[in-house]
């Protein structure tokens, strides 16, 4: 599905630290106060590059726009007129595919942790700054959704700005905008034909 990866990375990562438990890696657990937001606490509109892991393939672009209002993110994928609309307050992530005039909904991973009142729970190890896109974010050591380590770039403010695993920048923020986002950007289309999810 277009976009998984950093939806992956900007919103799983709620779980990574209880999969760094399982998996026996455990950075210094965060006390109160002591982990970051991973949810961002204002609207904004991010622009990222997304690196592939082997240097043969092609870099990607992705631009994520969060309504705080709405509790709401839109991620539009560079290469596809296809766009996701997660509804953190329904729990729904929409496929969009405006060209067919087509729709799949499916569950939100992760929307039951997403707050943005809250700090990350479980272990965390601050590893230093860095600043990206002009803006300062912390770095923090956690595991990823693969259960593998990563050092990933949080504002403090909750914005995702950088991602970086085996010592690689896998996504990168380009462009930061903490602006009003319409509302309307972040609703689903209506007349959409559905189409449900293919199960393996």
């Known amino acids: 599905m277009m976009g998984i990866l950093l939806l992956a990375s900007a919103v799983m990562v709620h779980g990574a630290a209880r999969a760094a438990d399982a998996a026996g890696e455990k950075p210094a657990a965060a006390s109160a106060g002591e982990a970051p937001f991973v949810t961002p606490q204002h609207d904004v509109d991010v622009t990222y590059t997304i690196y592939p892991p082997h240097d043969a393939q092609a870099t990607m672009t992705q631009r994520m726009r969060w309504s705080e209002a709405k509790m709401t993110q839109r991620i539009d994928p560079g290469n596809t007129g296809t766009y996701m609309i997660t509804d953190y307050r329904d729990r729904t992530l929409t496929v969009i595919d405006p060209d067919r005039r087509m729709k799949t909904v499916i569950p939100a991973p992760g929307a039951a ?17 860095a600043t990206v896109a002009g803006h300062a974010c912390t770095l923090w050591q956690t595991s990823d959704t693969d259960q593998r380590p990563s050092e990933i770039c949080y504002t ?37 034909k559905e189409v449900h999810a293919a199960h393996p």
């Open 156 to 192: 403090d403010d909750g914005v995702m700005l950088e991602v970086v695993r085996d010592g690689k920048v896998m996504v990168e923020a380009t462009s930061i905008a903490t602006i009003p986002q319409d509302s309307a950007v972040f609703d689903v289309p209506s007349g959409l």
């Open 113 to 129: 942790s997403v707050d943005p009142s809250r700090r990350a729970e479980g272990s965390w190890l601050r590893t230093g700054s």
